[in-house]
């Protein structure tokens, strides 16, 4: 769980066409959702970052790895804040 894994995953999740690049709409298409998309797209995007392998589910494993990350780009200790999860 570090900032890569974070960035991996916006990555996937933004890069819509799956040639390994985020063009401008890409981009835009991403920003809108966040901006004024409705309840539903919103949750689907956040799913997409957690489903970090694309199976659809999302488990305990995949959320730490997310946590991790986030926790990590903003500089605070992870462990004070997921251990339990992992309970």
Same mark, same amino acid.
């Given at each position: $769980? =570090?900032?890569?894994?974070? *960035?991996? &995953? +916006?990555f996937r *999740? /933004? =890069? %819509? @066409?799956r040639d390994? @690049? %985020? =063009?401008?709409m890409?981009?835009?298409? &991403?920003?809108? %959702?966040?901006?004024? $998309?409705?309840?539903?797209? !919103?949750l689907? #995007? %956040?799913?997409?970052?957690?489903d ?8 305990? +494993? !995949?959320?730490? !790895?997310?946590?991790? &990350?986030? /926790?990590?780009? !903003?500089g #605070?200790?992870a @462990? =004070?804040?997921y @251990?339990?999860?992992l309970k």
């Open positions: $769980g =570090d900032v890569t894994h974070l *960035t991996e &995953a +916006f *999740t /933004y =890069d %819509i @066409n390994s @690049n %985020i =063009d401008f890409e981009f835009m298409h &991403a920003v809108s %959702i966040i901006r004024r $998309g409705d309840l539903t797209e !919103k689907s #995007l %956040i799913f997409s970052l957690l970090s392998d694309q199976e659809g589910v999302i488990d305990r +494993f !995949k959320l730490v !790895k997310m946590m991790e &990350a986030l /926790y990590q780009a !903003k #605070l200790n @462990n =004070d804040g @251990n339990v999860l």
